[in-house]
């Protein structure tokens, strides 16, 4: 029987998943995905539930009954409900999984600048816990402390900031610490129970605070995309979710 996919907020919170998700088999990683894909067809299953090495990646019509795109075409959807079919491979055992993810709200990407939002509900994610948040901003605000091109810095400060905010829709308003059912595994609670000050809501807050709005940041971000795009020759990075999805710069 076909496992259920899983509830992701936007095509960015499905990149950083795959980020924040160790490998079933190794329990090492990262996970990655394709950057760039061929239209879709075949099942993209392969033995013990991993994808075949040419198995392509796909977007399939779920329930909902949103049409079919390869995963190369879905950022220009924007919004409306869609499945999501990729291939991700362990960076460190190389095995590939099949994974399956339904995205109630589309994409998230807006067509006109580009711009990925994670998650632009209340709703805390389902995918990745208060754990997986943290770590996802730590990482990310320490490849925007080493990116030498101050526009890419900055891009990758909104998405670090984003991730800062996902953590924090777990909490109560009330309590320091998130509840125990914010942790999703038992590593995870092992990492409250060991490390406590991580997960300071009012810690959180302060570094938080140390950041722009997102609303600042973005226009920043849109006024630089605009830059690079009439700039010769073609920018070297592409947009963010990208560069996630395909575990690369």
């Excluded at 991993?50 to 950022?75: M, N």
Aim: proline letters at 8%; hydrophobic letters at 40%.
């Amino acid at each position: 029987m076909a496992q259920d996919p899983l509830v992701a907020h936007s095509l960015a919170e499905v990149c950083l998943y795959l980020m924040a998700t160790p490998c079933p088999a190794c329990a090492q990683g990262p996970l990655t995905g394709p950057d760039r894909v061929e239209p879709a067809g075949g099942s993209g299953d392969g033995e013990d539930g991993a994808g075949g090495e040419d198995a392509p990646d796909r977007v399939g019509a779920g329930d909902d009954g949103a049409g079919e795109y390869t995963v190369s075409a879905v950022a220009g959807r924007g919004s409306g409900p869609l499945t999501v079919q990729l291939n991700a491979t362990c960076g460190t055992c190389k095995r590939t999984w099949s994974l399956r993810f339904r995205l109630p709200l589309g994409t998230g990407v807006d067509p006109a600048g580009g711009l990925a939002a994670v998650n632009s509900t209340a709703e805390p994610s389902r995918i990745i816990d208060v754990a997986g948040w943290v770590m996802l901003f730590r990482l990310i605000i320490d490849r925007a402390g080493r990116e030498p091109d101050k526009a890419a810095s900055r891009q990758l400060g909104l998405e670090a900031a984003q991730c800062l905010d996902e953590a924090l829709k777990f909490y109560d308003a009330d309590n320091d610490l998130p509840p125990i059912t914010s942790f999703f595994s038992d590593d995870a609670r092992r990492r409250l129970t060991e490390h406590p000050r991580d997960f300071s809501r009012q810690r959180l807050i302060q570094m938080r605070a140390r950041l722009p709005t997102l609303g600042a940041m973005r226009a920043r971000a849109l006024a630089d995309a605009t830059a690079r795009a009439a700039a010769s020759p073609p920018p070297r990075r592409s947009a963010w979710w990208k560069r996630l999805l395909g575990g690369g710069g």
